[in-house]
C-alpha cells in the first residue's frame, strides 16, 4: 500500500519538477541565444501599458530565420504573457521560439536592449552604469538613484 501525499507535500513535489524544468541546463545550450522581446524583437519606447505591443523591429524577422536556418535554439526572455507573444509572432509570421520564459536559463548569449556587459572590472562597471542608456531613450535611466555616482 503507498502513503498518500499531504497537500503540503503533493504542492513541494510540483514546485520540484517545476524547477527541475527551469534549471536544469538545456540540452545543447551552447546553441541557445535569450533575445529579450520588447526593445530588440518588438520597437519599444517606454511602458504603454499590458496590452501595447510595438510593431516588430526592422530586420527581426529575417535574424530570426536566420538563427533558426543555423540550429540555434531561440529563447524569447519577457514579462509578458507567452500565450500573448506567441499569438504575435504567428500573427507576423515570425519563426515561433523553441521557449517563451521570465526565467533565465542557460544560454550561450543574452541580447537585450537594457544589458550592460561585465568585463571582470567593477570599476569599468561603475563607469557604464553612470553612462548607461538605451537606444530608445538617451536619457540616463540611473541617474535618479546614483546621480552619476555609482
Known amino acids: 500500500m503507498t502513503k498518500q501525499k499531504t497537500a503540503g507535500e ?3 513535489t510540483i514546485v520540484r519538477e517545476g524547477m ?3 534549471l536544469n541546463p538545456t540540452k545543447n545550450w551552447q546553441r541557445t541565444i535569450c533575445i529579450d522581446f520588447d526593445g530588440v524583437i518588438a520597437q519599444y519606447k517606454g511602458w ?3 496590452d501595447y505591443y510595438g510593431e516588430p523591429m ?3 524577422k529575417e535574424f530570426l530565420q536566420n538563427l533558426k536556418k543555423r540550429g540555434i535554439k531561440i529563447v524569447i526572455f519577457t514579462i509578458r504573457p507567452a500565450d500573448k507573444i ?3 509572432f504567428r500573427d507576423y509570421n515570425f519563426p515561433l521560439p523553441q521557449k517563451i520564459t521570465n526565467v ?3 544560454a550561450a ?3 537585450d536592449d537594457r544589458a550592460v556587459k561585465f568585463n571582470g572590472s567593477f570599476l569599468s562597471l561603475r563607469k557604464e552604469l553612470n553612462n548607461f542608456t538605451v537606444y ?3 536619457e540616463n535611466l540611473l541617474r535618479h538613484y546614483f546621480d552619476g555616482r555609482v
Open 136 to 138: 530608445w531613450n538617451k
Open 104 to 106: 533565465k536559463i542557460p
Open 86 to 88: 506567441r499569438k504575435g
Open 10 to 12: 503533493s504542492q513541494r
Open 58 to 60: 526592422k530586420g527581426s
Open 20 to 22: 527541475k524544468q527551469i
Open 109 to 111: 548569449v543574452y541580447i
Open 48 to 50: 504603454k501599458g499590458p
